[in-house]
């Protein structure tokens, strides 16, 4: 039987999320997605992470679900900006379909070409693919459960459906597959701030700070691996 289709939505910054049929549930803050997506993975992740390493060697992202590529567009236009090389590998089980991510709205509103956002979503998977000279992005198609990825990893942005929605996800050992590529100092950020995953990362290792959330949430996570 083929999986329900994902329907886009607006969230309330005026930016598209998408509603997933197969799992009953949004990609995204119904808040802001772009402001969600700036506050937790560029703010709070990347904007952190140079400003405790700061070096100019290139940065190592994992992403855990790649989804209509938000993320991956945002880190793409913040290293433009800070002329810093990412190299960002990014899984998922379940890529968007050519016309759902056509028609996101993302390129309109943070005024850049088309082209540069669908590049993301045409790179090949599963190999490495240069984007522009600042940013090398690693699509990788397979479920978490099965990765193999031997790269030391210095920032990962966690952003599975919640807990709600894929409780395994976000306990081990499925989380440890994502803690395990993370180098001493390395960072981990996402949207969510449950008690329980919180005790996780703890238990693996991670000093962790529950930071104020984006507009609509109250908290988010910040951990650094000791
Ligand atoms: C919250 S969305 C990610 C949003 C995305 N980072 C963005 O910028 O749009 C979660 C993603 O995880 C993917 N996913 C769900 N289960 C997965 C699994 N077991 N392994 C890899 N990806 C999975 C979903 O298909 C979805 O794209």
Redesign the pocket.
Known sequence: MNKPNNEIIQSQDGSHTLM?GQ?ETT??STHGAIQE?NHVFIKAGLDYLVDIKPDDKPIRIF??????????LLALLWAGKHQRTIIYHS????P?EENTWKSINYPNLLDIEPRRFHHLHEAPWDQICEISPCFHLHKIS????ELDLNQDIDLV?Y???GPGT?EE?WRPPVLNIATDLIVQDGVLVTYCAQGAFRRHLIALGFDVDRLEGPPGKRQMIRAVKS
Do not use: K, V
């Open positions: 997933s799992f990609y995204h997506s992403e855990m679900g790649f989804g209509t590529g938000l993320n991956a899984i998922e089980a379940y968007i397979s479920p978490i459960e942005f952003d599975a459906f894929q996800l």
